[in-house]
């Protein structure tokens, strides 16, 4: 059974950092192009980034570019998002996903608030 | 604002068939492959058609996906009350170099 669980979100304030990681299971997550997607509060969906299986491509969304950094470990078979310079704007519930152009299995997301 | 188009909201009787549109540019749904997606309040999106009209394992042949042009629709036939939910299309753009999302539609079954 593919299970995808982030973890790492909360309470952050403008201008701090957060890590969230999302960890895999039931396939094999070496083989998987991952994505980030994050919604804020009753909006929509928004993809942010992309890591592909080997870790040699990664693509941003423009808004994160520069603050954002997406990562893997493979061993641990999970995918990271350091974030940095938060931003009330950063507000959301983030998902990892698997998948590039489409997304087959999402996590059940984890809340990221930026709040002084 | 999102670049794929698609309408708030949409209703339809139980046992009816409703069509949502999801409408894009040639930079993105009129030369690539589109997906849809199904969001119940407080849970994770669900993949519901990837490849414009191929459903994943599980998923009932009720629901359907096509496009023409820079414009794909869902359908979803024999409503019922349980797929009231929001629905969202998305694919990738060249232009932008990013996999977009409609802004989604939310279905009511009356």
């Known amino acids: 059974q593919v299970k995808l669980m982030e973890s790492g979100g909360g309470l952050a304030k403008p201008g701090g950092s957060l890590r969230l990681s999302c960890e895999g299971s039931g396939f094999t997550f070496s083989d998987a192009h991952m994505s980030w997607i994050r919604q804020a509060p009753g909006k929509g969906l928004e993809w942010i980034s992309y890591l592909s299986a080997t870790g040699m491509y990664v693509s941003y969304v423009d808004s994160v570019r520069g603050r954002f950094i997406i990562s893997r470990d493979n061993a641990k078979r999970s995918i990271f998002l350091q974030m940095h310079d938060l931003r009330g704007e950063d507000t959301a519930t983030y998902y990892c996903?698997?998948?590039?152009?489409?997304?087959?299995?999402w996590g059940p997301g984890t809340l990221v608030t930026v709040s002084s | 604002q999102s670049a794929l188009t698609q309408p708030p909201s949409v209703s339809a009787a139980p046992g009816q068939k409703v069509t949502m549109s999801c409408s894009g540019s040639?930079?993105?749904?009129?030369?690539?492959?589109v997906s849809w997606y199904q969001q119940f309040p407080g849970t994770a999106p669900k993949l519901l058609i990837y490849d414009d009209k191929k459903r994943p394992s599980g998923i009932p042949d009720r629901f359907s996906g096509s496009k023409s042009g820079t414009s794909a629709t869902l359908d979803i036939a024999g409503l019922q009350t349980g797929d009231e939910a929001d629905y969202y299309c998305a694919a990738w753009d060249s232009s932008l170099s990013l996999t977009i999302f409609g802004g989604g539609t939310k279905l009511t079954v009356l």
């Open positions: 040639s930079s993105n749904v009129g030369h690539f492959l």
């Open positions: 996903a698997r998948g590039k152009n489409w997304f087959d299995k």
